[in-house]
T-cell receptor
Framework: DAGVIQSPRHEVTEMGQEVTLRCKPISGHNSLFWYRQTMMRGLELLIYFNNNVPIDDSGMPEDRFSAKMPNASFSTLKIQPSEPRDSAVYFC???????????FGQGTRLTVV | GENVEQHPSTLSVQEGDSAVIKCTYSDSASNYFPWYKQELGKRPQLIIDIRSNVGEKKDQRIAVTLNKTAKHFSLHITETQPEDSAVYFCAANGGAQKLVFGQGTRLTINP
């Protein structure tokens, strides 16, 4: 398995534009997490899914952020409109179930100018 | 919900000495505590984990201890080496499979 795959690896966009980050979890994993990493706030949990269903989105900072998981092999995190303070590295992670290792993707480095 | 506090935020030790990083958690239902290492520009990767049915686990130079009564757990690295320099994150798996991370500890090993 190629591991968790995220795209794009880098994204530079102008303030006000829509940004879509993509994640393909490891096949067979039924939990998927989206994290945001900044120097100030560390690894913040934004939202997580179990069996494609959003369980907890309390970490989503604002209504500008939304996430979907239409099937077991794909998830998206969308920011609309984007703002400079959204600049961060966004990680997706997946695992088979509770109390198991979560595997991270390579991350997407987002820069909003 | 789960809240994880991690200390210290930075740690500098001499090569060969030991390093200890401590975490506390808030959700008494938490039962899985992994530790991740993140090298510069790379993704976090699991280095060791412990479940609530044990108090200590060791893997070569790395050990983790868990005190469920006090709701804290610690990472111990002995005989530190330059390649141990990285950012380390603790995490707790609270109710409903929510995996929450601490703020991270930047560990520097001085030759």
């Amino acid at each position: 398995d190629a591991g968790v795959i995220q795209s794009p690896r880098h994204e530079v966009t102008e303030m006000g534009q829509e940004v879509t980050l993509r994640c393909k979890p490891i096949s067979g994993h039924n939990s998927l997490f989206w994290y945001r990493q900044t120097m100030m706030r560390g690894l913040e949990l934004l939202i997580y899914f179990n069996n494609n269903v959003p369980i907890d989105d309390s970490g989503m900072p604002e209504d500008r952020f939304s996430a979907k998981m239409p099937n077991a092999s794909f998830s998206t995190l969308k920011i609309q409109p984007s703002e400079p303070r959204d600049s961060a590295v966004y990680f997706c992670a997946s695992r088979t179930g509770q109390n198991t290792e979560a595997f991270f993707g390579q991350g997407t480095r987002l820069t909003v100018v | 919900g789960e809240n994880v506090e991690q200390h210290p935020s930075t740690l500098s030790v001499q090569e060969g000495d030991s390093a200890v990083i401590k975490c506390t958690y808030s959700d008494s239902a938490s039962n899985y505590f992994p530790w991740y290492k993140q090298e510069l520009g790379k993704r976090p990767q699991l280095i060791i984990d412990i479940r609530s049915n044990v108090g200590e686990k060791k893997d070569q130079r790395i050990a983790v201890t868990l005190n469920k009564t006090a709701k804290h757990f610690s990472l111990h690295i002995t005989e530190t080496q330059p390649e141990d320099s990285a950012v380390y994150f603790c995490a707790a798996n609270g109710g409903a499979q929510k995996l929450v991370f601490g703020q991270g500890t930047r560990l520097t090993i001085n030759p």
